[in-house]
């Protein structure tokens, strides 16, 4: 049993003298009580606070004690509801064991008998609870399931994503191009109690600020030329669910003061209105940057990083983790088979050819790699010269490490990033479409970052 101090106990009776001797005495046994002198009170701080446990008396003038039961187990299904009443009888109380009650309790009330009833109310839920924990943990394990590996460093991962699931607090999510963001961000909403709701991923370096602002708070009609009706928000439409602001190192600082009056108030305008919108949202933001290091440059907000870094979980790149590449490797060979068809194998030599690669693209390179060689692959097993040149023969697409702190101290982050972007966009001889892919942003992403070098003289 659990420090009684930490259980909450609503009790409701319109028999003012009775509801305080026995708010009295259940207090005195360590517990927290709020008392209701009718059946409206009760189902107002229901809907406003959670509670342990509901004792409540039948007969009340407005609303009656089933009526507060079923409403208190409907806005909070493991609640346990004691009934009191002056009137028992065999009849009414097997009706209210059957709509859900623990128990029925006759007037007058023996408090020891209360007390007893109370604890053994508070194992049941307490039993729930922990077998409701462990089914969730499971469930979290085998959700992370789709971050293949043994490595030590994903074994941490998937225990941080099932563990931070459950709370309700904004993460930070950290990582390097291609390690799967995006992926540990739908893997927490899935296993969080907001996954009934909707995800709503938003790239930030895919639209300019202007458009951002209409299609995060939306606009009311005639807020500006051609708005001729009003027009709900991204974040409004979320509401209740989960919100991923991805590239959210992209995102200018204007905007970014917008989203941290979101995260503090909780509350929307649309453009051209007044209104203050409330909203309830979790936040998960991601990025490839060092985001304290845009900070210290003052090019992202102080406040705004606290804000959204409550819990930071970190993707390590796949080079850390060489080990797994065999086990990845083999879940897409299968991810990719024919339907019906006989899964393709790999060479000893194409495995070490790709286990010697420093995959800066990380685990999505590799699963472009492994697309592309089964594409080649007219056989049953994939050889060396399936593989794309770069990882065989010709150096001058041999792709520069991610950036990292210690991949080259001498060159800023975006020194690094662009000539990544560049190595990237050469070793598939211009296509951006699938330089994007490989990269991880989208083709409009990769656009207005080559435009921004082409303007400063750097492509």
Not at 166 to 188: F, P, S, W, Y
Not at 409 to 426: A, C, D, F, M, W
């Amino acid at each position: 049993m659990p420090n009684l101090n930490s259980i909450t106990i609503l009790l409701v009776d319109d028999e003012v003298i009775n509801l305080q001797n026995v708010s009295h005495f259940l207090e005195q046994q360590g517990f927290q009580v709020t008392t209701a002198t009718d059946g409206s009170k009760a189902i107002e701080l229901l809907s406003t606070s959670p509670f342990d446990l509901v004792v409540t008396d039948l007969k009340m003038g407005d609303i009656d004690g089933v009526q507060v039961m079923k409403t208190a187990k409907e806005l909070h299904p493991d609640i346990e509801v004691i009934i009191v009443t002056g009137y028992a009888t065999v009849n009414s109380a097997v009706d209210a064991m059957a709509q859900g009650a623990f128990y029925y309790l006759p007037k007058p009330i023996k408090l020891k008998e209360l007390h007893a009833l109370i604890l053994r109310a508070m194992e049941k839920t307490l039993l729930r609870r922990e077998v409701d924990r462990l089914k969730k943990r499971i469930k979290a394990q085998q959700g992370t399931t789709q971050f293949i590996g043994q490595n030590p460093e994903i074994l941490k991962l998937k225990d941080s994503i099932a563990q931070f699931a459950q709370l309700d607090c904004n993460i930070l999510i950290t990582g390097e191009t291609g390690t799967g963001k995006e992926l540990v961000a739908r893997t927490i909403f899935e296993l969080s109690p907001r996954s009934d709701k909707r995800f709503l991923p938003i790239n930030c370096g895919a639209m300019t600020e202007e458009l951002m602002v209409n299609e995060l708070f939306g606009h009311e009609k005639d807020a500006y030329t051609d708005a001729g009706a009003q027009r709900h928000g991204l974040l409004e439409s979320a509401n209740g669910g989960v919100v991923l602001f991805d590239e959210i190192g992209e995102m200018p600082l204007t905007m970014q003061v917008k989203l941290l009056r979101v995260l503090q108030e909780k509350r929307i305008i649309r453009v051209g209105g007044t209104q203050e919108i409330p909203i309830d949202i979790r936040i998960l933001a991601a990025t490839n940057r060092d985001l304290q290091e845009e900070v210290e440059k003052g090019t992202f907000r102080q406040d705004l990083y606290y804000r959204l870094n409550v819990v930071q979980i970190h993707i390590p790149p796949l080079r850390d983790r060489k080990d797994d590449i065999p086990l990845l490797v083999n879940y897409f060979l299968a991810k990719y088979s024919m339907p019906g068809g006989t899964t393709k194998g790999i060479s000893h030599e194409a495995l070490n050819r790709l286990q010697e690669y420093d995959f800066p693209g990380n685990a999505r390179e590799l699963e472009n790699i492994v697309e592309r060689s089964l594409a080649l692959c007219d056989n049953l097993e994939i050889k060396p010269q399936h593989l794309p040149q770069n990882l065989t023969s010709n150096p001058r697409f041999k792709l520069p490490q991610m950036v990292t702190a210690g991949s080259n101290p001498s060159k800023s982050l975006q020194e690094n990033e662009r000539e990544y972007i560049l190595s990237v966009l050469r070793s598939v001889d211009g296509n951006k479409t699938k330089a994007a892919k490989i990269i991880g942003i989208d083709r409009v992403s990769l656009w207005r970052k080559l435009k921004k070098y082409e303007q400063n003289g750097k492509l």
